[in-house]
């Protein structure tokens, strides 16, 4: 596709449910992240994936959060047991590389997560 | 860890003004990109700029790494040009993929 694109839009669930929350890099970029912005604040890192090395998931909150990105491709955030002070805006972008100068990233229109 | 401070916080415009907007670093950086949040949430890439001097049509940014800071030029600034404007850094020795926002600056342009 032309640009990164996010699964789904909007999501309300209830406390204790699992949410799977999607996200379709651009073409062509190995470097994948997920941000998580919280009402009126700035974006923080979760975790990411870059080619076939191992992701980086020093910015998970909790073991409540994992991700996977299947085929280099097609990235899935899952959280288990959502809480409240789960309600957040999660944002996926890409870039071609990590590194070289080929780092620009590019941010989907992310998943609005509401936590009843 | 890296601190990243953005100034000012706040900034509210008449149409066809110019701004400056700040990004403050408190460690050498590899990486240096400025966004820009819409007020529908979506962030748009502006410049990907460690060092040196960009320009992208009303827009431009400098990186003066040594002295570890960028600064964010809108000219002829229009209604448009609302919304939150980040930067976002990554030091030498941190982690290869993750960049630390700074807070933005919220910039309100009044017709």
């Known amino acids: 596709g032309a640009g990164v694109s996010q699964s789904p839009s909007n999501k309300v669930t209830e406390k204790g449910k699992d949410v799977e929350l999607r996200c379709d890099p651009i073409?062509?970029?190995?470097?994948l992240y997920w941000y998580r912005q919280s009402l009126g604040q700035g974006l923080e890192f979760l975790i990411y994936?870059?080619?076939?090395?191992?992701?980086?998931k020093s910015g998970l909150p909790s073991d409540r959060f994992s991700a996977e990105r299947t085929g280099g491709s097609v990235s899935t955030l899952t959280i288990q047991r959502t809480q409240q002070e789960d309600s957040a805006v999660y944002l996926c972008a890409s870039s071609l590389d990590i590194a070289g100068g080929r780092e620009t990233q590019y941010f989907g229109p992310g998943t609005r997560l509401l936590v009843l | 860890g890296i601190q990243v401070e953005q100034s000012p916080p706040d900034l509210i415009l008449q149409e066809g003004a110019n701004s400056t907007l700040r990004c403050n670093f408190s460690?050498?950086?590899?990486?240096l990109q400025w966004f820009h949040q819409n007020p529908w949430g979506q962030l748009i890439n502006l410049f990907y700029?460690?060092?040196g001097t960009k320009q992208n049509g009303r827009l431009s940014a400098t990186t003066v790494a040594t002295e570890r800071y960028s600064l964010l030029y809108i000219s002829s600034s229009q209604t448009t040009d609302s919304g939150v404007y980040f930067c976002?850094?990554?030091?030498?020795?941190?982690?290869?993929?993750?960049?630390?926002f700074g807070k933005g600056t919220k910039l309100s342009v009044k017709p």
């Open positions: 994936f870059q080619g076939n090395s191992a992701p980086d």
């Open positions: 700029i460690p060092s």
């Open positions: 073409s062509g970029h190995t470097a």
């Open positions: 460690d050498s950086v590899n990486n």
């Open positions: 976002a850094v990554r030091n030498y020795g941190g982690s290869q993929g993750n960049l630390i």
